[in-house]
Every structure is written in structure tokens, then in C-alpha cells.
């Protein structure tokens, strides 16, 4: 069994900055791409930040120059720092892990969700 969990959403002011961290956990032999998902009101989930092993980066159009991800492959850590947000930035946050477990599987797993509301 594998566990993702996020931490370090809230609220914060147009203009502020907040880093999320996604831990996982569990049977886990290693882990491939790891990604950022937000999901805001009344709209589909959309893939925000994707980093390799080897830390390659890619970023949606619609924050790059503001969030930077990275990952501690130590720890089994992602982080999200996002800067300049935006009322737009408000979503629910999920981490995606494709891990390959103890037991040989591969597959992709989840985190529950950290909600970000950028508000004034």
C-alpha cells in the first residue's frame, strides 16, 4: 500500500506565496514522475507542474515563472512553491505519484487534495 499526503495549503493574499509538500509513504521500491494537479470549482483537473528522477521540470502555461516544483527522492518528497498567486490560483492542489512498489507493480497514485484559496 502507498500514501501520498499534501500539507501546506490555506489562504493567502493576491500577490503572496505558499509551498505545498506531498509525502508518500508505504511500499514503495521507487518513484517515477511526480506531478501537481489542481482542481477548481465547476472546472476539470489540470495538470500544473511535472518533475522526472532525474528533476527534469515542466510547468502549465498558466504558472510558469511563479511555481517551481521539486522533489527530495531521499525522502519521497515533492514540493510546490507558488509565488505571485493569483484569485485564479484557487483550487484544490493534488500530488500524483507513479510508483513502482515493493511487490513489482507499477501504477499511479493519489494524494487527497490541499486547498489554496488566493483572496484578498
Known amino acids: 500500500q502507498v500514501q501520498l499526503v499534501e500539507s501546506g495549503g490555506g489562504l493567502v493574499q493576491p500577490g503572496g506565496c505558499l509551498r505545498l509538500s506531498c509525502v508518500a509513504s508505504g511500499s514503495i521500491f521507487s518513484i517515477y514522475a511526480m506531478d501537481w494537479y489542481r482542481q477548481a470549482p465547476g472546472k476539470q483537473r489540470e495538470l500544473v507542474a511535472t518533475i522526472t528522477t532525474g528533476s527534469t521540470t515542466n510547468y502549465a502555461d498558466s504558472v510558469k515563472g511563479r511555481f517551481t516544483i521539486s522533489r527530495d527522492n531521499a525522502k519521497d518528497i515533492v514540493y510546490l512553491q507558488m509565488n505571485s498567486l493569483k484569485p485564479e490560483d484557487t483550487a484544490v492542489y493534488y500530488c500524483?505519484?507513479?510508483?513502482?512498489?515493493?511487490?513489482?507493480?507499477?501504477?499511479?497514485?493519489w494524494g487527497q487534495g490541499t486547498q489554496v484559496t488566493v483572496s484578498s
Open positions: 500524483k505519484g507513479r510508483v513502482r512498489t515493493t511487490t513489482g507493480s507499477v501504477q499511479d497514485y
